[in-house]
């Protein structure tokens, strides 16, 4: 594994600039440590951490080259926007280029920016430390790195929150599975979710 942690390293300092680079690494240090305290691989948390930015920084049109050419089935918000795909290929390149099979690895790779329902652990550890490593900050941040130490599944919710409202206020196109991923989250995590419906005087209820 060691061999292997140390060959993608290799890779990714040719695919990325040394500003993302950092980020990869600080990714790679809260998620180990969320690993460690929820008991979850550490070894695949790791890996999934390394590649899940090795695409960010590659042009959108060789991006979409790329996705084309493995085979990467793309919608058309994908099409508009190219590096909503850089964590689909970097999970195909993990399989192709480095025989990985494990599901929970590329699931962790290739949604740890849009999130999607039923997620594992460690695709929820990736995507919390995706947001809350310590070169990332905002406004509440540092609560959120405590909740994720606690309690992974309310942390995911919060962080997600976030994401959502931030993207409301800018007018942001929103991925169907990140909606989907909300409302699993919600259905499976609260004891009574409600609706739009469920609140007397919302407008248009």
Known sequence: MQHFVEELIQT??????PRRLRHIYSCCNFA????????VDEQKVTVACLAHDAFRDVPASKL???ARAYGIETNEMELAHPVLLHGKVAAEYLKRRFKIEDQEILEAVSAHTSGKPY????????FLADSLEETRVYEGVEDLRKLAEQDLDEAVIQTLRNKICYAVKKEYLL???TVEMWNWLL?????RPLTVNDQDGVEGG
């Open 119 to 126: 997620m594992s652990e460690i695709a929820k550890i990736v």
């Open 64 to 66: 979409l080259k790329i």
């Open 12 to 17: 990714l300092k040719l695919l990325v600039t």
């Open 32 to 39: 180990r440590k969320l690993a460690k305290l929820h008991r």
């Open 187 to 191: 259905w499976n995590k609260r004891p």
């Open 175 to 177: 991925f169907p599975q």
